[in-house]
């Protein structure tokens, strides 16, 4: 079985603290990603990554960096949280390569809520 | 530009009657579509997903969806619904080539009634 893991369940932060949160997948996947999930926007894409050291920005990237120095983790940082920033977050893994056609099924973690005051 | 419409938030229905969770997407090319499950506290886990092979696709737990050309649907269906079906249901779609990254649709909620 594949697995994902996140550093923490549940996280809380002030204003402008820097925040990292970390992934963990253990099924040596090319990609990884990081959404957030807000009630009524389904889940959006932050950042994601298909190669160590390569990142791409998803749809909200603004406020948020990554890095992935080993193929197993991925880290989201929050550089200056802000109450806006106050989320769920999910990290995901897939295994399709770049340019390769065929469903890519992405494996989830159990989440870290944020709670930024 | 893809997108994912999920056609109600919240869908409530009675132990063992019919589920049917809507979603409609938009693609210049059919796409690759999935269902996800979130049960309560927990990340998402795959229900099925359509890759071409057949238009009709059965999943975990006794759901199914069928692919709709015409209609650009995937709706999500099961004949009688538990108790532990309750939770947040996510449709999603990706390209055939390329990065891979799902574009979600907005959730549905289904509460299952005793």
Redesign the interface.
């Known amino acids: 079985d594949v697995k994902?893991t996140q550093s923490s369940?549940y996280l809380v932060k002030r204003t402008g603290e820097k925040v990292f949160l970390e992934c963990v997948q253990d099924m040596d996947h090319e990609?990884m990603?990081w959404?957030r999930q807000d009630p009524?926007?389904?889940?959006?894409?932050i950042y994601?990554s298909?190669d160590v050291k390569m990142k791409?920005k998803?749809d909200i990237p603004e406020g948020y960096s990554v890095s992935r120095e080993k193929k197993e983790r991925f880290s989201l940082i929050l550089e200056s949280a802000s109450t806006n920033q106050t989320s769920m977050y999910?990290c995901?893994s897939?295994s399709?390569r770049?340019?390769?056609?065929?469903?890519?099924?992405?494996?989830?973690?159990?989440?870290t809520r944020l709670t930024v005051l | 530009a893809q997108s994912v419409t999920?056609l109600g938030?919240h869908v409530s229905v009675s132990e063992g009657a019919l589920v049917l969770l809507r979603c409609n997407y938009s693609s210049s090319v059919p796409p690759?579509l999935?269902w996800?499950v979130q049960y309560p506290?927990?990340?998402?886990?795959?229900l099925l997903?359509y890759?071409s092979a057949a238009t009709l696709v059965k999943g975990i737990n006794g759901f199914e969806a069928e692919f709709k050309k015409s209609e650009t649907s995937f709706h999500l269906t099961k004949p009688s619904a538990h108790m532990s079906d309750a939770a947040e249901y996510?449709c999603a779609v990706?390209d055939?080539?390329?990065?891979?990254?799902?574009?979600?649709?907005?959730?549905t909620t289904l509460q299952v009634k005793p």
Do not use: C, H, M
């Open positions: 994902v369940r990609n990603f959404y009524g926007l389904g889940l959006r894409l994601f298909y791409e998803g999910l995901a897939s399709r770049w340019g390769q056609e065929g469903p890519d099924t992405q494996y989830f973690g159990p989440g | 999920q938030s690759y999935f996800y506290n927990q990340g998402l886990q795959l997903k890759t996510f990706s055939r080539v390329g990065t891979g990254k799902l574009i979600f649709g907005q959730g």
